[in-house]
């Protein structure tokens, strides 16, 4: 079986603050993601990556950047934490067949 | 920017009925998955389309996807409990991404 993980289930942070979101899976897969879920607005991707060290902004970049550095693993970064970035966090990765598996989520808040 | 609505938001419905869920786009998906979350989780993948016309089962879960690839439907059968949550279409398009809808959130009611 696929398995994602994310470093926190739950995480608590103060406005300014750099916060990091971890994400590893271990299925060797090219492509990983990182999407934040907010209620009405569904899943918006935030970054990807098609390979190590290449990134590709998705439709909300704004506020964060991302660091692949081993192929396993892909990491969110808010370089300073604001109240609107407080949300549920998912990490998801694939192969080249499109196919998505996601991570159990970080639920952020941000005060 | 791909679309996808589905529909209905929200339903309810008591143990043993059948129910059905839509997801329509205007676009052209290459795939179409389907997910189910529960709260406070990652959305777990029950099925991946390919075909247009395709049809597959999941014990009492049936997908389709439409036959010009532009929505899909999960049909449920004898609904129970255990199959309350927010389901999510997703369409595949592009170089690996995925548009997703908001979902539809079924309640089992025992």
């Known amino acids: 079986d696929v398995k994602v993980t994310q470093s926190s289930r739950y995480l608590v942070k103060r406005t300014g603050e750099k916060v990091f979101l971890e994400c590893v899976q271990d299925?060797?897969?090219?492509?990983m993601f990182w999407y934040r879920q907010d209620p009405g607005l569904g899943l918006r991707l935030i970054y990807f990556?098609?390979?190590?060290?290449?990134?590709e902004k998705g439709d909300i970049p704004e506020g964060y950047s991302v660091s692949r550095e081993k192929k396993e693993r892909f990491s969110l970064i808010l370089e300073s934490a604001s109240t609107n970035q407080t949300s549920m966090y998912l990490c998801?990765?694939?192969?080249?067949?499109?196919?998505?598996?996601f991570g159990p989520g970080t639920r952020l808040t941000v005060l | 920017t791909q679309l996808l609505e589905q529909s209905p938001q929200f339903l309810s419905i008591q143990e043993g009925e059948n129910l059905t869920v839509y997801c329509n786009s205007s676009?052209?998906?290459?795939?179409l998955q389907w997910y189910r979350q529960e709260p406070g989780e990652g959305p777990v993948l029950l099925v991946t389309?390919?075909?247009?016309?395709e049809v597959k089962k999941l014990k009492r879960l049936t997908f389709q996807f439409g036959d010009a690839r532009k929505d899909s439907s999960l049909h449920i059968t004898a609904a129970q409990p255990g199959d309350t949550g927010l389901y999510l279409c997703?369409?595949?398009?592009?170089?690996?991404?995925?548009?997703f809808g908001k979902g539809n959130q079924v309640v089992v009611i025992p």
């Open positions: 998801a990765s694939s192969s080249s067949l499109h196919t998505q598996y």
């Open positions: 299925m060797d897969h090219e492509n």
């Open positions: 990556s098609y390979d190590v060290k290449m990134k």
């Open positions: 676009s052209v998906f290459s795939s």
């Open positions: 389309v390919v075909t247009g016309g």
């Open positions: 997703a369409g595949a398009y592009g170089n690996n991404r995925l548009a």
